[in-house]
Structure formats: C-alpha cells, structure tokens
C-alpha cells in the first residue's frame, strides 16, 4: 500500500511537470498502476475488483491517449509541449479523441476512469475512518491529473505557433477512426460498466478464495 500511494502521488507529481507528452503520459500510467495496486492491498473483493477493473479502464483510456499522440506525431515529431502548439485546431477530430480520452483519466463522471475511481473509493471508505486518508490520495492525484491533461489541452488548443505554418498533413484515417473507437469506448463503459465490473467482481473473488 505505501509503494501504490508513492506511485500514484509521485508519478502525477512528475507528469505535471513533463513537457514531453509521450514521458507525460509514461509517468500519468505510473501513477495509474499504482491504482491498481491500491487496489489490490486492501485485500478485499471489493479493493481488488476496483483495481481490476481500473486495469482495463485505463487500458481504454491511455490506448486512445497515446493513438491521438500518434496522430499528433505526423505533424509534430518532437512531441514537447511546444511543439503542439495550436494542433488541436489543425486536427480537431484527433483532438477531440484525446480531450475524452483525458478526462476518463481523470475520472469524470460519465466515463469508464470515473467507475474504477469510484469503486476503489468504495472499498477504501469500507475501513471507515482508516479509509479517508487514501480516498484524499485519489482525489488529489485526479486533481493532479487534471493539472497534467490541461497542459496538453491548453498548448494543443489554445497555444499560438511562433515558428512558420506546419503544412497540411493528411493523417491516416484508420489511425484517427481507432482513436475515436476507443474514446468512445470510454464512454460506453463509463455508462454501462456491467459487463467489466462483473468479470473483475468474479475475478476478484476467485482471486481471495486462493489466500491461506
């Protein structure tokens, strides 16, 4: 439990700090897996069906994340925050994929991260008192999140490029269809989490029936 607090503090701590978007999002997974991992040391069914089920969440989350950076990639190859500068408005189908994709990492309500956030605080409200405190870890490291999304957001939005105009670039439309399949993804499963919650659920309880 303290390495999965350390994860998730200290890897959002970096990403809010990291102006390459690939090593960003590196660090952003760092902290995720240690949601799982919070997860799984309360050893309970409820802890670890959050963790589970968070795996798959974010693997949802994180795939459209870095499908959109891939995108980004053919018009900016640096990927540093700099070099984003006012590509959302150049791509703005790419863009959008990515803003739904950033806030299930997050964990807004309505999308698949917020359903793993919310059960993971369930099963740490289930000790009482002794619970609140990793509760105000999650909801500061989703603050954190949001520090490190709006970064992107902001200079792929609202940054205005210095240098000369970045010339058309047609981007692969499988590239950006997948993308958005699995931004919607996030959606879907933020709204109709059943089927993941009830797999992770039997998982979980298979899992348990293992200790000694």
């Known amino acids: 439990m303290p390495l999965a607090i350390l994860?998730?503090?200290?890897?959002?701590?970096?990403?809010?700090?990291?102006k390459n978007v690939k090593r960003l999002l590196a660090f952003s997974s760092v902290a995720q897996i240690g949601y799982m991992m919070l997860g799984a040391s309360l050893v309970t069914v409820a802890g670890l069906t959050a963790g589970i089920v968070h795996i798959f969440n974010?693997?949802?989350?994180?795939?459209?994340?870095?499908?959109?950076?891939a995108s980004f990639?053919?018009?900016?190859?640096g990927l540093r925050l700099d070099?984003?500068?006012?590509?959302?408005r150049r791509m703005p189908w790419t863009?959008?994929?990515?803003?739904?994709?950033?806030?299930?990492?997050?964990?807004?309500?309505?999308?698949?991260?917020?359903?793993?956030?919310?059960?993971?605080?369930?099963?740490?409200?289930?000790?009482?008192?002794?619970?609140?405190?990793?509760?105000?870890?999650?909801?500061?490291?989703?603050?954190?999140?949001v520090v490190y999304v709006w970064r992107i957001v902001e200079a792929a939005w609202f940054?205005?490029?210095?240098?000369?105009?970045?010339?058309?670039?047609?981007?692969?439309?499988?590239?950006?269809?997948?993308?958005w399949l699995a931004?919607?993804?996030?959606?879907y499963f933020g709204l109709v989490p059943e089927l993941p919650l009830s797999l992770s659920g039997d998982a979980a309880t298979e899992l348990l029936d293992h200790l000694p």
Do not use: C, Q
């Not at 931004?183 to 959606?187: G, M, R, S």
């Open 183 to 187: 931004a919607l993804a996030n959606l």
């Open 83 to 88: 070099d984003l500068k006012g590509i959302g």
């Open 7 to 18: 994860g998730i503090l200290v890897g959002s701590a970096v990403a809010m700090f990291e």
């Open 159 to 179: 940054g205005e490029d210095a240098g000369d105009p970045v010339p058309a670039v047609r981007v692969s439309p499988v590239l950006v269809s997948v993308a």
């Open 73 to 77: 990639a053919t018009v900016a190859a």
């Open 58 to 69: 974010h693997a949802l989350a994180k795939g459209a994340l870095f499908l959109a950076v």
């Open 95 to 145: 863009f959008g994929a990515f803003v739904v994709a950033g806030l299930s990492l997050i964990g807004i309500p309505g999308t698949a991260g917020f359903v793993s956030k919310w059960y993971l605080i369930s099963a740490a409200m289930e000790f009482g008192a002794l619970g609140l405190p990793l509760v105000a870890v999650i909801l500061v490291s989703s603050l954190m999140a």
